[in-house]
């Protein structure tokens, strides 16, 4: 990860390889947000910004010759948009500009962020979209294509507040946040061959040990241990595999804990559908369907090293579908781990199957609060596309959930639970079946799924189905590939919980 510091320096005099820059929509034009660059510099950037094809639109980033009474060898303008109706920008757009700067960036050593910091919230989100921006998948890459790739390797971002200790403070909890979406994106691009589940399991270990996370306790049931203990969702999904599952808890109680919350994570390392099987085009992408369970790991871990107030237990549900000899069928009826039977109507939903035994797990435990989350459906992409997950549950819990969304920069939308969807999943042979025959509310049918094992807790449900993977093209700090979606807010939600 990149280092990470602070200057309260004039920007034009520092020496890096790149000084990054505001740019912003005016109606005249375009504007340089930078208050300590040459006047002239400025002028003559604002002068020639249509020749340049400079908008100051949001993820537009440009490189430029630094030029006269400026130290760096390159000047970055990335883009702002509209200034807010107040004059100023939202710190997650800040967040965003930074970002996308400094993942286009890739390859340069050290680079310089000057932009707005005049309140405390934007300097933490030019601090995070710095850190998440500055992240690379290389480990599958070889020769000129590694070095090009690199991230950038130092950061050092300008602000009022550079001495101040609440300002050093945010540089720790952003370094400590960065590291957790890295870790969780690393999980999600790692190939299916190499990451399963119990490699999954000594990958968690592995986290706890090498991030520093005290007071972490790591728990691993086998299959057998599945098995005799009644798990029939995450053994009727896994048996199907020559990779068996794995249930991973992974607890964090600080002593005068002020509540306790559990993360329900699904982990389905991969997803062929079992003999539901899916079409080939986009299967590919189905390495990405554990992200559930890599946004829990590294929240558990990330709210240790933080040293948090509050009991985080996590549960990695973990589990490879495939469509062998002994695999589950539709028809079949499985016993979850709770009693309840369920009819298998299409093995292609099978993350609720193993969601559904992390969560009774949970219960069991006993917890104040009860939130999953899970790439669960295609229903979540089609009602809220690629960039906004689904959020449900219990009232109180999704507002708060939605709060910490919104005070982390991620997009999440609470959607309704109507009544009549439940009867969707009544079955003639079981207490229930696990996918509606209806298509329609798919991901609101799931959600009611889930219900059935959240027994009296408090709870919250996030379908990152679209968002946890990004196909198409690189944003803001956003990669192609695994996004860390969910991290940002589930951290900030604990971060809630702790008064």
């Not at 990958?203 to 790591?218: F, M, N, R, T």
């Not at 607890?251 to 919350?261: E, G, H, I, L």
């Not at 062929?272 to 992408?285: E, L, N, Q, V, Y």
Request: glycine share 12%.
């Amino acid at each position: 990860m990149a280092d990470l510091t602070l200057s309260s320096k004039n920007p034009s005099t520092l020496k890096v390889d790149a000084l990054v820059v505001g740019t912003c929509k005016t109606s005249d034009g375009l504007a340089v947000v930078a208050d300590q660059l040459p006047i002239d510099l400025v002028h003559e950037l604002e002068t020639l910004a249509p020749q340049l094809g400079l908008t100051g639109a949001r993820d537009e980033v440009r490189k430029l010759p630094a030029g006269v009474g400026v130290k760096a060898a390159m000047l970055v303008l990335t883009g702002l948009g509209e200034r807010e109706k107040d004059g100023t920008f939202a710190p997650e757009t800040l967040r965003r500009a930074a970002g996308a700067a400094v993942r286009e960036l890739a390859g340069t050593r050290s680079v310089a962020v000057a932009l707005p910091t005049a309140a405390e919230d934007d300097l933490v989100a030019v601090l995070e979209g710095s850190l998440l921006g500055a992240y690379a998948y290389t480990d599958y890459r070889t020769g000129d294509a590694v070095a090009k790739r690199q991230p950038v390797a130092a950061v050092e971002v300008v602000t009022s507040y550079a001495r101040s200790a609440r300002a050093k403070a945010a540089v720790a909890r952003a370094q400590v946040l960065a590291a957790a979406v890295h870790g969780t994106r690393d999980l999600i691009n790692t190939p299916p061959n190499v990451m399963f589940p119990a490699s999954f399991a000594d990958a968690a270990k592995a986290a706890v040990k090498e991030l520093g996370a005290k007071g972490v306790k790591v728990t691993v049931l086998d299959e057998k241990q599945l098995a005799a203990g009644g798990y029939g969702g995450l053994v009727g999904v896994g048996q199907g595999s020559s990779r068996p599952p794995r249930l991973v808890k992974l607890a964090y109680a600080p002593s005068k804990a002020r509540s306790r919350v559990a993360l329900v994570g699904k982990g389905i390392t991969f997803d062929t559908g079992g003999i539901s099987i899916k079409p080939a085009a986009g299967m590919h992408a189905m390495t990405s369907d554990m992200s559930g369970a890599a946004a829990v790991l590294h929240t558990v871990v990330a709210a240790a090293r933080l040293g948090l107030p509050v009991a985080v237990t996590g549960y990695l549900c973990l589990a490879e579908n495939m469509p062998g000899g002994n695999a589950t069928r539709p028809g079949d009826v499985l016993t979850m781990k709770n009693g309840k039977t369920v009819e298998i109507t299409n093995t292609d939903a099978e993350g609720r199957l193993v969601m559904a035994d992390g969560m009774v797990t949970a219960v069991e435990d006993g917890h104040d609060v009860l939130i999953d989350i899970a790439t669960l459906t295609g229903g979540q992409v089609v009602a809220l596309g690629n960039r906004v997950s689904g959020l449900m549950g219990d009232d109180d819990v999704v507002g708060a959930v939605k709060a910490a969304a919104d005070a982390a920069g991620e997009q999440f939308w609470p959607m309704p639970m109507p009544e009549e969807i439940k009867a969707g999943l009544k079955s003639n042979v079981a207490d229930m079946v696990n996918s509606s025959p209806d298509r329609g509310g798919h991901m609101l049918s799931a959600a009611h799924f889930l219900r059935e094992f959240t027994g009296d807790t408090p709870w919250a449900h996030l379908d990152i189905a679209g968002p946890a993977f990004n196909e198409k093209s690189a944003f803001g700090y956003t990669p192609l590939g695994g996004t860390g979606v969910g991290v940002r807010t589930l951290l900030a939600y604990l971060e809630t919980q702790t008064g």
